[in-house]
């Protein structure tokens, strides 16, 4: 049975507690406001959690991991601000029916390990940092005791998209295009070049194919940064990706790859219809279990 490993749900003390601010994050009735996003019109019933429960049975997943949504930004939030929102996220969705399972997050502002090591041992299957707060070398080094705590616990990390800066007369779809996407593939590239040698061990899925970072490889060796490396303990959610940019990343992170006995997914393989042979035997043998959906 399938796993998805990238969805959102907002419990209702966690709605009340966004509706009850009068800055960003802030939700209107049912209107979201963030700081570099114009007004979303959420669906209730996208939070509705008898409704949502009955699509992911109808869906036949075994799993479906939510986590807190990093655009909020409730992570970047001083301490007062984020520690109840948490509370209300990790309280309510822990609480939810199967087949749902929970992504931790952490207040970055006051970082304390500690009460993401609690969150982990409560049953929550790893964290998820927002992108934004990886981007370079000095963002792996400054979450090191985070990432410590998930590699002791075996535990893998999740990372998302965090919130995206204000741009003015930008389209409706500009922040998940531009600053989603480019948060991703830098945080992918300062794991690569930061984040790995401090922790070997750490699993670790990036969301929205990692912004497509991988498909730089070409352009990575010519600058020096070295080819043919393959990561067994990375893997890439699908998002809303379909099955061109599916097929351009499994040829990247895997089909010249050599399956490992250190591959330990911590989801089963989902093989979308790609349309290619290649793409579907990188998926099936050579690059095993890595490639995850998601349907946020």
């Given at each position: 049975?399938p ?5 959102h ?22 209107t ?32 479906a991991?939510?986590?807190?949504s ?70 792996w ?63 670790v ?18 600058r ?19 099955t ?16 490992s ?36």
């Amino acid at each position: 049975m399938p796993v998805d490993v990238h969805q959102h749900i907002w419990p209702p003390d966690l709605v009340e507690l966004l509706r009850a601010r009068t800055a960003p994050p802030h939700l209107d009735g049912w209107t979201l406001r963030l700081e570099g996003e114009p007004p979303y019109a959420v669906d209730p019933a996208d939070h509705d959690i008898g409704a949502r429960t009955r699509l992911a049975v109808a869906d036949g997943l075994e799993l479906a991991l939510v986590s807190l949504s990093g655009p909020l930004g409730v992570e970047h939030l001083p301490a007062a601000e984020a520690l109840p929102l948490l509370s209300a996220f990790h309280d309510g969705a822990l609480a939810l029916p199967a087949p749902f399972g929970v992504w931790a997050s952490a207040c970055l502002s006051e970082p304390d390990p500690e009460a993401v090591e609690r969150e982990l041992r409560r049953g929550c299957v790893g964290l998820q940092l927002p992108a934004t707060a990886l981007l370079d070398a000095a963002g792996w080094h400054g979450r090191a005791p985070f990432l410590d705590v998930l590699t002791r616990l075996g535990k893998p990390l999740f990372v998302h998209p965090g919130p995206a800066p204000p741009a003015p007369a930008a389209p409706p779809w500009w922040a998940a295009l531009v600053p989603y996407q480019q948060q991703l593939h830098a945080a992918w590239f300062a794991f690569r070049a930061f984040g790995r040698a401090r922790h070997p061990g750490l699993r670790v899925c990036f969301a929205a194919l990692a912004g497509l970072a991988p498909l730089h490889g070409e352009r990575l060796a010519a600058r020096g940064g070295g080819r043919g490396e393959v990561d067994f303990d990375v893997f890439y959610d699908t998002s809303s990706y379909g099955t061109g940019a599916v097929d351009a990343l499994v040829r990247a992170v895997g089909i010249d790859g050599v399956v490992s006995g250190s591959d330990r997914p911590y989801a089963p393989p989902v093989v979308p219809d790609l349309g290619a042979d290649a793409a579907v035997h990188a998926l099936r043998t050579v690059n095993p279990a890595r490639l995850l959906r998601g349907r946020a």
